[in-house]
């Protein structure tokens, strides 16, 4: 048998900024939950097995779709933090037997469920070509300041930046050993490429989506909903043709 291609999708939020005690990754786009939609995402790329981190309310909604869904699906329960909730999941890689022999592991938010397969694909191969810890990435397009705290600001050369999404990818050795090197530390980032980097690895950026937009606020799935309906109008998706034009 082939060996594992793990997605470990992190859905044990809080939903703050959504407005609070909601379970963002139970909420519905097209019908179907976020958390689901982004399980079909990951497979539709190439993932062999979903490991989901989730809270009890997350669970208890989503929990009779599993079944149904293309790939095998565990679960586990999420941590205080983002990166805790990364590690939990990490850790059922580990521990699981249905998961022995995984080598790659693709993390991914669940509440971006319109990540296309070429995304995912793009951070699978940049994996089997050597790299050790891969993000999909996008220019900015506006222009940026910084806040200096005493209310002024700074320009910042947008050039020099990139909007980073999920999923990340990374050998598993790799990103456990991260994980457990940064909780020993204390140390908290808020995504996995920025662990991994913390460890001594360099990141690779391979291009992003506008589809894969992160639903953070209620205006958020307003916007999805309406990309989701015109996504095979977009064409060739945008973080390819910036990384063109603007290098990486
Ligand atoms: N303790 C946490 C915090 C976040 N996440 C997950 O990480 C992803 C990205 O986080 P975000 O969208 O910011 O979700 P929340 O943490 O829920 O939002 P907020 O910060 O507004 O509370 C989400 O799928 C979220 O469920 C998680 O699994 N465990
Ligand atoms: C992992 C992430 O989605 C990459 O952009 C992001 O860092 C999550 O941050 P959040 O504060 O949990 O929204």
Same mark, same amino acid.
């Given at each position: 048998m082939a060996e594992p291609v793990v997605a470990v999708i992190v859905g044990a939020g809080l939903g703050l900024r959504y407005g609070g005690d909601i379970p963002k990754p139970a909420l519905k786009l097209t019908g179907r939950a976020l958390l689901v939609m982004s399980i079909e995402a990951m497979a539709a790329g190439g993932c062999t097995h979903a490991v989901v981190v989730v809270n009890a309310k997350v669970a208890e909604a989503i929990g009779p779709t599993l079944a149904a869904l293309p790939i095998p699906v565990l679960q586990t329960f999420g941590g205080a933090t983002r990166q805790e909730s990364v590690h939990n999941g990490l850790r059922v890689i580990r521990d699981d037997p249905r998961l022995k022999g995984t080598k790659i592991v693709l993390i991914h938010d669940? %509440?971006? =469920?319109? %990540? =296309?397969a070429n995304v995912i694909a793009g951070v699978i191969k940049a994996l089997r070509e050597g790299a050790k810890a891969v993000a999909p990435a996008v220019p900015v397009t506006d222009s940026m300041r910084r806040l200096d705290g005493d209310g002024r600001t700074q320009v910042v050369d947008r050039t020099t930046l990139r909007a980073i999404q999920t999923p990340q990818g990374f050998p598993f050795d790799v990103i456990w050993d991260a994980h457990e090197r940064m909780a020993a530390d204390g140390a908290e980032f808020t995504d996995d490429v920025s662990c991994a980097q913390r460890a001594g690895h360099d990141v690779t950026l391979v291009p992003g989506s506008l589809l894969s937009m992160k639903i953070t606020e209620p205006n958020d799935l307003t916007v999805a909903q309406a990309l989701w309906k015109v996504r095979d109008t977009l064409g060739h998706h945008s973080g390819r043709r910036f990384f063109r034009h603007f290098g990486r």
């Amino acid at each position: 048998m082939a060996e594992p291609v793990v997605a470990v999708i992190v859905g044990a939020g809080l939903g703050l900024r959504y407005g609070g005690d909601i379970p963002k990754p139970a909420l519905k786009l097209t019908g179907r939950a976020l958390l689901v939609m982004s399980i079909e995402a990951m497979a539709a790329g190439g993932c062999t097995h979903a490991v989901v981190v989730v809270n009890a309310k997350v669970a208890e909604a989503i929990g009779p779709t599993l079944a149904a869904l293309p790939i095998p699906v565990l679960q586990t329960f999420g941590g205080a933090t983002r990166q805790e909730s990364v590690h939990n999941g990490l850790r059922v890689i580990r521990d699981d037997p249905r998961l022995k022999g995984t080598k790659i592991v693709l993390i991914h938010d669940a %509440v971006r =469920p319109m %990540v =296309p397969a070429n995304v995912i694909a793009g951070v699978i191969k940049a994996l089997r070509e050597g790299a050790k810890a891969v993000a999909p990435a996008v220019p900015v397009t506006d222009s940026m300041r910084r806040l200096d705290g005493d209310g002024r600001t700074q320009v910042v050369d947008r050039t020099t930046l990139r909007a980073i999404q999920t999923p990340q990818g990374f050998p598993f050795d790799v990103i456990w050993d991260a994980h457990e090197r940064m909780a020993a530390d204390g140390a908290e980032f808020t995504d996995d490429v920025s662990c991994a980097q913390r460890a001594g690895h360099d990141v690779t950026l391979v291009p992003g989506s506008l589809l894969s937009m992160k639903i953070t606020e209620p205006n958020d799935l307003t916007v999805a909903q309406a990309l989701w309906k015109v996504r095979d109008t977009l064409g060739h998706h945008s973080g390819r043709r910036f990384f063109r034009h603007f290098g990486r």
